[in-house]
DNA sequence: GTCATTGCAAACGCTTTGCATCTGT
DNA sequence: ACAGATGCAAAGCGTTTGCAATGAC
């Protein structure tokens, strides 16, 4: 066990309505669109406790993060549908995909090398068929 | 086949220095890390310089670009060895792992989508043998 | 009342860009 | 000589942090 609910501690209505945002965005969102979105629903927040929530969350391990190709961090709810992208570096359409064998060998190379309470991320990048052979 | 040669122009001394320092070593790198080594090995080269030239090869597709969780970017020449990471979020060591289902996974689920020319990153992070079970 | 959290703005690290200089052809 | 590449330093962007004010318990 790896004693992970040490999240009894959301107390502050900024918090919770990082928390609600994130949760109703339901797939990968930066902080900054975050903020706006709290922003523009009257909830209005401070940037940095937008992304001390974030982060609090992370370190609770109730959100994944990763980082964009442009360097921008996104940030996801755990529980949510879990997938993988497939991006058109042409056209930039993306296509969401699912993976049981990626899952399993994930695990299986976690559990190979004595990791635990793993999560991972993975991006595609590609043509994809409506774009032109030659670019 | 999607004629990729338009590589036809590095002529400065420093677009060589950073493509063979790239090719040397062999796997993901920083801008910045490149830099330093460049300026340790006496041919030092602009951090800027150092950039418009990964940016170059990049976009002639001469390498891949990807970013750290630290929100670094990091190249690599495309025909490196590739494997992927699986990263301790606790004391960051970092275990190189390849893993021919994970390839194959990308190859199929891209060409059922069609999608060409595509590349993958993928990284797993988790909590290693070595770190306590109590954080 | 006490202590953690907020918000603002300044600091920070990585990357990009403006502009004068220099290099290669 | 000219076009393009270089280097420096400043700007830019997303993110983090210091500190006084605010809010929760």
Redesign the interface.
Known sequence: M??PETSTRRPTRQQVAVAEALDEHGDFTSAQDLHAVLRSQGNSVGLATVYRALQAMAADGEVD?????E?E?VYRRCSSSHHHH?V?RNCGRT?E?E?P??E???TR??AE??????????????????CP???
């Open positions: 790896t004693a993060v990763l980082r964009t190709a360097g961090a497939l058109c296509v995909v993976g064998a990626v399993k060998w994930a190379v976690s090398h004595g990791f635990r309470d793993v999560t991972h991320q993975m991006e595609i990048f590609g043509v994809c068929m409506k052979t030659d670019d």
